[in-house]
């Protein structure tokens, strides 16, 4: 995009193949960033994060600043550099760019440079211009040059695991069906497919885009397209569809264990594991929500097993769900949750896949452990097992708090639950259900008439 023409300006777009940086106020000490034209700020520490593979566009207006810019020039210096030293000719940084010629595109100019072999860190990144008077002005702004990027493909979501404290989204769609799956695939592997991503630091960003068709069969345990992220680490805004994923302990859709934050993600496809095995997430041992989630896998693995989370041992769980069904040999096996361990709370969820095991089975939480809550949740599917078998909850140890939560009596196939309210399938489609439910923000319904189980529909997260 073309900056509108305006006094005492500099204009610097930093694409990312769409903009993501673009304005920067010249004419005084001070800077405005935005992203497709909205402004942004800086992180707490005053910088701006710019990933080594931007195309980098510098525009500079002639406006009405003295008797018009004669010289522009831009340095990038080290974070302990002054506006003063990088005006020298010996000046220690790297010139980025000096133009003595004017190169016009409506009263503005419009030059390239690039930072692709600058060593990611810490930088300031210094304009200087000249009119033709000798006059000068000049600003400077904080940047962290990161070594990461875009995805655009499977193979440049493997990458990952050579920096892992990259900052990542995705550019689009990607589908590593034949990459992971077919003999011929670059990361088919010996039909081990994709080598999840070990101990990741930093951020990906799915921007609303999907992975299709990712496969791991590996015989370790920490399996997921995210083996085992750090507490540092953000995954959020994407959806994996048709995933094949086989591991041992602690194996999920999209993460083996998390230990950071979580948020709009989902899974589609099929899971199977040892123990603490989910949908989208085998063990969570982040203090962060999961929030905004939901997973349609069907999950299979020997105990701790859920829908959404194998074992949920820290933070809260919220507006998630799952519809896949859950089954295993073993014990603690939940339709969103395995196990939910210690104050760890979950509100406004629900699944309504069949549950099937040996012990600890409930439509919702298959052992609901010390000090818990749950809330505004519900639970649908048919729940069979041997012992401990509940319509929402398998065992409820301690008499943990249940409040305003619900199962299908009818569709479950038993009105015992430890926690919570039986109701008929006629009941579950009635908002009176629901009484102290927020159905304007967070949940809504199409009621039923009161009399046949097959008009209306369950609630469902806005």
């Given at each position: 995009m073309t900056p509108k023409k305006q006094m005492n300006y500099l204009a610097t777009e930093f694409e990312q193949y769409t903009p993501q940086f673009d304005l920067i106020k010249f004419g005084e000490l001070e800077d405005v960033i935005c992203i497709d034209g909205e402004p942004v700020e800086p992180d707490q520490d005053g910088y701006y994060h710019i990933n080594k593979n931007c195309s980098v566009k510098t525009y500079v207006c002639d406006g009405e600043y003295g008797s018009g810019i004669a010289r522009f020039e831009l340095w990038l210096g080290e974070p302990d550099d002054t506006p003063e030293k990088q005006g020298e000719e010996d000046n220690t940084g790297t010139r980025l760019y000096k133009n003595n010629e004017k190169h016009e595109l409506y009263n503005w100019y419009n030059f390239d440079w690039d930072i692709s072999d600058v060593k990611s860190g810490d930088y300031k990144v210094y304009a200087k211009?000249?009119?033709?008077?000798?006059?000068?002005?000049e600003t400077y702004i904080n940047v962290k040059i990161e070594a990461a990027g875009a995805i655009h493909n499977c193979l440049e979501l493997q990458a990952m695991k050579d920096n892992l404290s990259g900052n990542y989204w995705l550019a689009n769609?990607?589908?590593c069906t034949y990459c992971t799956q077919d003999p011929g695939g670059a990361l088919y592997n010996g039909g081990q497919g994709f080598d999840p991503i070990y101990f990741f630091t930093g951020t990906f960003d799915g921007k609303g885009h999907t992975i299709t068709g990712l496969k791991i069969n590996r015989s370790v345990a920490y399996v997921g397209l995210f083996g085992r992220p750090t507490n540092t680490s953000e995954i959020k805004n994407v959806g994996l569809i048709d995933v094949n994923i086989t591991g041992l302990t602690y194996t999920g859709g999209l993460?083996?264990?998390?230990?950071?934050?979580l948020k709009n993600c989902y899974t589609t496809g099929s899971v199977t594991g040892g123990g603490e095995v989910g949908g989208l997430v085998g063990r969570n041992w982040s203090s962060e929500d999961i929030e905004n989630c939901y997973s349609e896998c069907n999950v299979y693995g020997g105990g701790s097993v859920g829908g959404l989370v194998g074992m949920h041992i820290t933070g809260k769980i919220t507006s998630c769900y799952a519809t896949g069904n859950v089954s295993s040999a073993g014990g603690e096996i939940g339709g969103l949750v395995g196990t939910n361990w210690r104050y760890?709370?979950?509100?406004?969820?629900?699944?309504?896949?069949a549950v099937s095991g040996n012990s600890k089975l409930g439509g919702l939480i298959g052992s609901l452990c010390y000090d818990n809550t749950l809330e505004k949740c519900y639970s649908t599917g048919h729940v069979s097992g041997n012992q401990y078998v509940g319509g929402l909850i398998g065992l409820n140890y301690w008499n943990c708090p249940v409040n305003d939560s619900f199962w299908d009596t009818q569709i479950s196939g038993t009105s015992y639950s430890p926690g919570g309210i039986g109701k008929t399938t006629v009941e579950m489609k009635l908002k009176a259900t629901y009484t102290d439910w927020d159905?304007?923000?967070?949940?809504?319904?199409?009621?039923?008439?009161?009399?046949?189980?097959?008009?209306?529909?369950?609630?469902w997260l806005r």
């Open positions: 211009a000249f009119d033709q008077a000798g006059n000068t002005k769609d990607i589908d993460v083996g264990t998390l230990g950071g934050k760890c709370p979950i509100t406004n969820c629900y699944a309504t896949g159905f304007s923000s967070i949940w809504d319904i199409i009621e039923g008439d009161g009399i046949n189980p097959e008009t209306g529909t369950y609630p």
